[in-house]
């Protein structure tokens, strides 16, 4: 948070303000190449599972139902099409950055807006252990010695993420660009590479080949069910989509342009990845299963893991599990898998400070650079991630049925709204039909797929672990709306009022002596510096010879101010302090009675743990007593150097929402004590 | 936390301070027949583990090994007669319950007193895990449907422990006497049922009395070696009798006659259930192994839980497990254990207080009153608790190992500090060799035999898990030093010097005026009833239709104090608030600024996360400023109620410190906003 100008020098110009260099604020925004891996990880990652868990839930049927395949991955690259041609005319409409619950909110109420909310939050606990358990399993795959710590591992990598986000990383950094990157080309060479193995005739081989699974005789209902569950679980390849419509904001301008343009390469470069692997899979025979026991000539399949779809294509590829290229691949995806979880630690804040904006969340969520803030939800989305982990296991594919659900209920309401958005744009004679009927045709062949599709997956996940995520959301739902109503009680309760009538006289002032130390000198001399009606220091005696040597030194400080005594017979603080608050004003009549009270301000959280407990406990009684304010007079101590002298850590979620990451300049600030 | 006297009408009766009338504090401190049960829980509720442990061990080398068991309980109990006698002394030289600690830290130095700290610290979150393991154990004894769940009924128990003590819950109620005494009772009815059926010729026979384990050709070595195991865990009958020693200001007077007696009672009742117990498991023939299908007979040992020792026995003497004495020894069993549990749960936060008084631990442990503080203690201890649970499968045999280290550490050099005391009492001439040389006596022997013990325990058990106790005791330690010399350090820095000169001059003050609300006419309100030399109200704008209503507000509401309107380009409040106090010193040099900001009191912790955060912020960011002052003006919301009507609650180790619990009298609070 830049302190804009600490060298302004004429008071007039804070008053009116310094106006934005918007050429300036634009270059700290991200050029499309940084928002294209920003933004792509998490979408594109899901290619590194979706063709997997596509082919797994085939094979639960038989190897037959492989032929399958390529119409069901079909499906999939058809929906993705007309998701990203939604996301094209949402990002048009709503370029703000509130997404899918913007757009729901506005177009179709305030419960739509919820249940998206409620959706997204859900999803982005998902978008952690999924991506987290996916890179595990592809770095257990190139390390076959790391199965036995899977769960480990995945746990490691939250603590990780969540270490990260804490001490604050900027994702714009060159660094979070190279693994997307890396993985694209990789990913593609693989393709291509194993294309032309194909048209040469020499057939990449899948080391799980030669394995099959019990054929089974299934009813055609068991068999449309089934490819139903596989486009279900294929589906998982579009999650993430949806990230680009929360970050307009970050993007250079023509912002809508680029994010736009961004949006298209990503759908593009998504949709080559996913047929690629699923294709290559098929061609070189990869037979994967849920349970790896179940495939029928693999003797070691009790103790060995079973290697992702995306290592047995490497090694079928690029020639065995030792070349360079199969652990480039592993390394490229298990990278950008924890990049697309570090994502939802990004879109976590995003999505709390919208909700706060309009009065949903914790309003405290809203604004930029509290720290604390961030760090509870990171601290919140960690442990739940870690949770889930360890209760499933870090089983992937028990995971992923937790996950579509949430992406499929934010797509359909937010293109349901974005058809509300266009009838309203007509009816309210914004602009013809017949201008807005292209847009209106894909939101609403958006609307109606992604209604279908979530229909599907929940029909066919809930059953297998999605009943959890239906149980979830309405608790979520329930808190968001409890949290707006409890605002709109307090706001009413705030209101002025006629009868509420304000004029307090009389102006008495303590100063709260506890040792004769400089923090206590220097409280006394602002409450001097205030020139109070009267004033007294307080001290209260919980230790006789304490009391003495304070009452010592008072004297021969020779400090004009009285020091009234107190009794302490419990040994608090504060009951005798307000046992004198109360007999003066009884004496003097009813008056305003400031407490100035010395706070130590330290550089370092856990100093927090050893100060200002006592200060703290009495601030808080004495705030309820009546007629009293409490002054806090400020005690630097030699840490709080650190404070004054840091450079400003980013935070989560602040580079997609286009908010500019920069050190802050500030003077170095004069120690306390010294004299004015 | 009594706010004394809310009647007084004379401030000079404050000023003198109201004498603590000595007969009614003593009327809330613990009759005997309170403290025997609260304290002595936790050493008595050992005879449910202890026994069976040293029985175990045994087993270890074969059935024939048995027939050391009387004397290796023998050695126990003569221990327990040792530590008991040394403790009466101990309690007679330091009544202040500084126990043990003290006693090391007095006379041994500080390292000392930092060991037996630390110890004890390991030692609470030890008291808690064995302690719910083995009432969990009990448990599934008398209902094995629930072995499946052992884990999860731990951290249940736990987690049930941790809420009780967050919400308050008052030691000294004669609820928490009642299942020590009747475990007592059960036990010593058990005791001599089986002694009377002995005595008729009717043995009564366990349930694994047919059970044998594979006989072991022993070296003498090996034999001796074992003998000391079972002798070490035999010797976790010996937790908790330190208690006593930390609770003297529990008692009415005279205070160390009480302790002595209850000390000496509870070592007799010890003793006698311990001897009982085991006697009866020997003569009934219990046959206990660590692992249940080391025991050859056994067809159900993978699926059926192995029977407590207490359980067995119960079932053997009374004739089955289905009559009504088989399930109340159980419960009384498993409810003594509970108990004993939370004990740490009460002395943890006792023992953070002498330490913080000493300067070891965050001086906020000190003081009375502080429910938060208190609650972070009984959280960390829980989830300690909870972690060593899930890690060791609530396994009472590997929980034990990790036990009986500490309380030796502390036994031994408390019971050497005793010497050290004694020796001093003769040098310092206070007392003649004559009539200390009984004392120095007994407690030379307590340090000798507690010496020995703790070099046992270390041997037999360190391989077996009790490194890890020695791996974070020197943690603790370290810590704590730390501590210590943090606070030194900044003692020196507070400390009143002729170089730092305090004379500040000059009187501004701000009231930080975000919407026209009640609480925002409060703060100015009092502002004015200040008077400072010169006063403005500052708002910073981030949005102008905001800030256009509050200049119409303000007009309309006549107010005479101007209100500057400060641009926000950045929407931060703070940024601008501080370069306009800046520009404000620029111009009319140097002065103490005072900002009024209104706070607002809530009555639910949960409301706090909803409110204060911007102010909150704010109030840190302008502390850092020079020449400032933070004045908090109070509102308090109509749920802050619930605190000002709230009746005081217990806090954890209230009762063990002597402090009386008794419900605040408080006169009702006006809300704010009436007129003065």
């Known amino acids: 948070m830049p302190l804009v100008t600490t060298d302004a020098r004429s008071p007039k110009r804070w008053l009116i303000g310094e106006p934005l260099p918007t050429e300036k ?174 048209a040469l005739g020499d057939l990449p081989v899948a080391e799980s080949a030669a394995y099959t699974v019990e054929a089974k005789d299934l009813s055609q209902v068991a068999i449309v069910l089934l490819l139903l569950r596989a486009f279900a679980s294929g589906c998982s390849a579009l999650t993430g989509v949806e990230a680009i419509s929360n970050g307009v904001p970050a993007f250079r301008t023509p912002k809508i342009r680029n994010a736009q343009w961004t949006l298209v390469l990503m759908g593009g470069i998504a949709i080559v990845l996913f047929v690629g692997v699923t294709a290559l899979a098929l061609v070189s025979r990869v037979h994967y299963s849920e349970d790896p026991c179940a495939l029928i000539g693999w003797a070691d399949c009790a103790t060995e893991p079973q290697r992702s779809v995306m290592a047995q294509l490497a090694a079928a590829v690029f020639g065995g599990d030792a070349t360079i290229m199969f652990f480039v691949i592993q390394a490229a995806t298990a990278s950008v898998l924890l990049l697309a979880a570090n994502t939802a630690f990004n879109g976590f804040p995003l999505l709390g400070s919208v909700l706060a904006r309009d009065g949903y969340a914790p309003k405290g969520l809203q ?17 739940l991630a870690i949770v889930l982990l360890v209760v499933y296991q870090a089983n992937l594919t028990q995971l992923i049925q937790l996950y579509i659900i949430g992406v499929f209920v934010s797509f359909t309401l937010g293109q349901a709204g974005m058809v509300k958005h266009w009838i309203g744009v007509v009816r ?87 040792r004769m130390q400089k923090p206590t000198l220097k409280a006394l001399d602002y409450a001097i510096a205030a020139r109070h009606d009267s004033l007294d220091a307080v001290h209260c005696s919980v230790d006789d010879a304490a009391t003495d040597l304070l009452e010592k030194q008072w004297a021969e400080m020779n400090i004009r101010v009285p020091l009234r005594v107190v009794q302490s017979p419990y040994r608090g603080i504060s009951e005798p302090l307000i046992a004198y608050i109360r007999a003066h004003r009884e004496k003097y009549g009813p008056e305003v009675t400031t407490v100035y009270i010395p706070q130590y301000i330290v550089g370092h959280w856990w100093e927090r743990l ?67």
């Open 25 to 198: 604020l634009d270059a700290q925004l991200l050029p499309k190449r940084l928002a294209l891996p920003i933004f792509a990880s998490d979408p594109l990652s899901s290619v590194a599972y979706a063709p997997q868990e596509l082919l797994l839930i085939l094979t639960l049927g038989g190897l037959t139902m492989l032929s399958f395949a390529p119409w069901v991955a079909a499906a999939v690259v058809l929906l993705l099409l007309v998701v990203v041609a939604s996301y094209r005319q949402l990002v048009k409409a709503y370029p703000s950055g509130g997404g899918d619950y913007e757009v729901a909110h506005r177009n179709l109420g305030e419960k739509a807006g919820l249940v998206v909310a409620s959706a997204l939050l859900v999803d982005y606990v998902m978008t952690v252990t999924v991506s987290v358990a996916s890179g595990v399993d592809n770095i257990i795959s190139a390390i076959p010695e790391l199965h036995s710590a899977r769960v480990e591992l995945a746990v490691v990598f939250v603590v990780l993420l969540v270490a990260v986000n804490l001490r604050g990383v900027a994702e714009s950094s060159k660094a979070f660009a190279l693994p997307t990157y890396l993985f694209i080309a990789s990913v593609l060479l693989m393709i291509v590479v194993g294309g032309i193995r194909v």
């Open 367 to 383: 604004a930029r650079g509290d720290r604390l803030v961030f760090s509870n939800g990171v601290i919140a989305l960690g442990l």
């Open 428 to 514: 309210s004679g914004e602009a013809s039909m017949r201008s807005v009927v292209w847009g209106l045709a894909i939101n609403a062949t958006g609307a109606v797929f992604t209604a279908t599709v979530l229909m599907i997956v929940t029909v066919t996940k809930f059953t297998h672990g999605a009943w959890l995520v239906f149980a979830i959301m309405p608790v979520l739902y329930l808190l968001m709306v409890r949290v707006n109503r409890y605002y709109a009680k307090i706001e009413r309760e705030l209101e002025v009022d006629p009868v509420t009538k304000f004029g307090s006289r009389g102006d008495h002032a303590i100063v709260l002596v506890g």
């Open 610 to 676: 050893l100060h200002n407990q006592k200060a703290r406990r009495i601030r808080h009684k004495l705030m309820l007593e009546h007629g009293v304010t409490v002054a806090l007079v400020p005690w630097l101590l030699g840490s709080s150097a650190v404070i004054t002298d840091r450079k400003a850590r980013p935070l989560p979620g602040q580079v997609r929402r286009g908010e500019p990451v920069k050190p802050v300049v500030r003077r170095p600030l004069p120690r306390s004590g010294h004299k004015n």
